[in-house]
C-alpha cells in the first residue's frame, strides 16, 4: 500500500473518531439535559403542590399574576371566574344552581290531598292542610312524598310541571319515617322525568343543598342552603321521634314537605319534612328525611306496599355517659340491651336483657345486660347505626350480632322479626 493511501486511510479513521466522540458527547450531553430538566420539573412540581397545600388553587394563579375571584368544581373539570366581578354574567354558585334546577325541577309535583273535595290544580297561594310537594322516583309514574301529606285522605291528585293533572292512588306508607308513596298512570304513556337517590351516609356539616318544592302553592320554588347538622332526633306533630334527620339552613315552608333536598348533582339526600319553629314557618331550622332511609322505604313500599324490615325483638337503649358511669360498663359505645321479648327470637338467640331496675329520665330500663356493638359487621354506636344496619334485611334473616357482656366480646346469630311501630316503640328516645 503506497503512503498516500496509509495518510488517507489514517486520515478516515480519525474522522470516523472525531464523529464518534461528538456523537457520544451529544448524547451524553442530551441525556444530563434530560435529567436535569426531569430535576427541575420535579422540584418545580413539589413547590407547585407546596403552594397549593398551602394557599390552594386560587392563590396559586394570583401568583402567577391571574386575579381568580372564585373557581367552580364541577364534573366537567373546574370553571375560573376570573378579573373583575362586573364582567361576570353568572357566578360560579348561580351557574350551579341554575343547572340543578333546570335538571331536576320537572320531577318535582304540586300535591293536593283531600278528605272531601276533589280539587286537582293549584288555584291558590291559600295552603290547607293536605297540600305539599313530591317527585317522581320512576318514569313510570311513583312518586315520593311526606306521609303527613296525604294522611287520612280520600282523594289525592298530582300536578305535574307541565300543568296537567293525575288522580294518585296511594300504594304505601312508613309512618315511622313520614313517607308515602302515591302512583299516578298517564292515558297516553307518558314517561315522567324522575330523580336518584345518592347515598347519604358521606353527607358533610356545610355542603351545599337546594330544596325544591310548592312553598305556600307558589310551584316549583327553589331554595338553597347548606346542611346544618346530621343525624338529629325530630319529634313529628304525630310525636313520633324520627332518628338520623339532616338539619339544614335551606328555606322549607309549608307546601315544601315532600320534595327533595338535593346536592349539587342534582341527586336526592333528602326529603323535606318538618320546620322546627314556634311560628310554623321557616327560621333557619329545618330537617329532612335521610336519602337512606327514605330510598329504602320506597323501595318497599312499591314492591310490598309496605315497609317490610327485620328488626331484632328487644328494648333497646342508646348508651349515654351516664348510663356508663352508673352502670360501671367496659364499653361506651352501642346499645344496650334493656329486656328481651319472652320466648322471642332475641331471648333463643341467647341475647340477655338487664335485671337491675333503675328510673332514666321519664323512663324504666334494666341494666346489666348485653350491649349490641356490632350487627353483621357494621359497627353500632346509636340507634340509627342499628336502623342503618338493618336497613336491607327482612323478617327471617339472620344477622351476626356482636355484644360485649361484661366485659367479654360474645357473638351470637339472631332471627329478625318483622319491624312494626309497635316494637319500635319500645326504643327509649
Known amino acids: 500500500m503506497s503512503s498516500v493511501n496509509r495518510k488517507t486511510l489514517k486520515l478516515i479513521i480519525l474522522a470516523v473518531l472525531i464523529i464518534a466522540v461528538v456523537a457520544v458527547g451529544l448524547v451524553l450531553y442530551r441525556w444530563t439535559k434530560s435529567i436535569e430538566s426531569r430535576r427541575r420539573q420535579n422540584e418545580l412540581k413539589q413547590a407547585l ?56 325541577s320537572n320531577a318535582v309535583v304540586y300535591i293536593n290531598a283531600s278528605s272531601d273535595v276533589n280539587v286537582s290544580s293549584i288555584s291558590s297561594v291559600d295552603v290547607t292542610n293536605g297540600t305539599g310537594s313530591g317527585f317522581f322516583v320512576t318514569a313510570d309514574g311513583y312518586i315520593c312524598t311526606n306521609n303527613h301529606v296525604v294522611s287520612g285522605a280520600k282523594y289525592i291528585s298530582v300536578t305535574t310541571a307541565d300543568g296537567k293533572s293525575y288522580d294518585a292512588t296511594l300504594k304505601g306508607v312508613d309512618e315511622e319515617n313520614d313517607i308515602a308513596v302515591l ?42 342552603g347548606i346542611i346544618s347538622g346530621l343525624s338529629r332526633p325530630l319529634r313529628d306533630s304525630g310525636g313520633h321521634i324520627m332518628l338520623g334527620m339532616i338539619q339544614t339552613d335551606a328555606q322549607i315552608n309549608p307546601g ?4 327533595p333536598l338535593l346536592n349539587s348533582k342534582g341527586q336526592v339526600i333528602g326529603v323535606c319534612a318538618e320546620i322546627y ?18 330510598q329504602s322505604s320506597v323501595q318497599d313500599l312499591i314492591r310490598y306496599g309496605k315497609v317490610n324490615k327485620g328488626w331484632i325483638d328487644i328494648v333497646p337503649v342508646q348508651l349515654s355517659a351516664q348510663i356508663v358511669e352508673y352502670a360501671g360498663l367496659k364499653v361506651n359505645k352501642g346499645i344496650l340491651v334493656s329486656q328481651v321479648v319472652p320466648n322471642g327470637k332475641a331471648m333463643a338467640a341467647g341475647l340477655r336483657g338487664g335485671t337491675s331496675q333503675v ?39 339472620k344477622v351476626l350480632v356482636e355484644v360485649n357482656r361484661n366485659g367479654n366480646t360474645v357473638q351470637m346469630k339472631v332471627e329478625l322479626v318483622e319491624r312494626t311501630s309497635e316494637n319500635v316503640g319500645w326504643i327509649n328516645r
Request: aromatic share 10%; net charge negative.
Open 277 to 294: 319553629s314556634s311560628i310554623g314557618s321557616s327560621q333557619g331550622m329545618n330537617f329532612a328525611i335521610a336519602s337512606d332511609t327514605a
Open 183 to 224: 302512583k299516578i298512570d298517564a292515558t297516553d304513556g307518558t314517561s315522567f322525568e324522575y330523580l336518584t337517590f345518592a347515598s347519604s351516609s358521606s353527607l358533610a356539616v356545610g355542603q351545599k343543598v337546594l330544596a325544591v318544592g310548592n312553598p305556600f302553592g307558589y310551584a316549583r320554588t327553589l331554595s338553597a
Open 256 to 259: 315544601n314537605s315532600g320534595g
Open 359 to 397: 328510673i332514666y329520665g321519664k323512663s324504666v330500663i334494666y341494666l346489666g345486660g348485653d350491649v349490641i356493638t356490632k350487627v353483621n359487621g357494621v359497627d353500632v354506636a346509636e340507634y340509627t347505626d342499628l336502623f342503618n344496619a338493618l336497613s336491607n334485611t327482612r323478617p327471617g334473616d
Open 49 to 104: 403542590e407546596d403552594v397549593i397545600k398551602v394557599s390552594g388553587e386560587r392563590g396559586l394563579l394570583e401568583m402567577a399574576g391571574v386575579p381568580v375571584n372564585n373557581i367552580y368544581y364541577g364534573d366537567e373539570g373546574v370553571t375560573l371566574f376570573k378579573g373583575d366581578t362586573a364582567s361576570w354574567t353568572y357566578s360560579a354558585d348561580e351557574l350551579q344552581n341554575m343547572s340543578v334546577f333546570e335538571s331536576c
